[in-house]
């Protein structure tokens, strides 16, 4: 999609929660937005969402985070929503 319209921003994958969350704490977050599956391996489903809310310093930086699923589970959204995702798809 990001390539489809061209978007110019670098696009940076992870194969698991825990690698996106050291990613993180490295101090090398710029502006950006997370898209995450709410499957993620070695993190439970939240964990790394609960990981940033709480995080002071990852915290002030009001990084966008979106929540994305192949498969349709209430209990998922709302938890998503709980933890204030600003999207689910």
């Not at 978007?7 to 194969?15: D, G, K, Q, S, T």
């Amino acid at each position: 999609m990001f390539q489809k319209l061209k978007y110019p921003n670098e696009l940076i994958f992870f194969a698991d929660g825990e690698e996106a969350l050291k990613f993180l704490y490295s101090g090398k977050v710029g502006s950006f937005i997370i898209l995450s599956d709410i499957n993620l391996p070695k993190l439970s489903r939240l964990e790394l969402r609960q990981k940033l809310k709480i995080d002071a310093d990852l915290t002030t930086k009001c990084i966008p985070y979106l929540f994305s699923s192949t498969a349709l589970n209430q209990r998922a959204v709302i938890d998503a929503y709980s933890m204030s995702a600003q999207g689910f798809f």
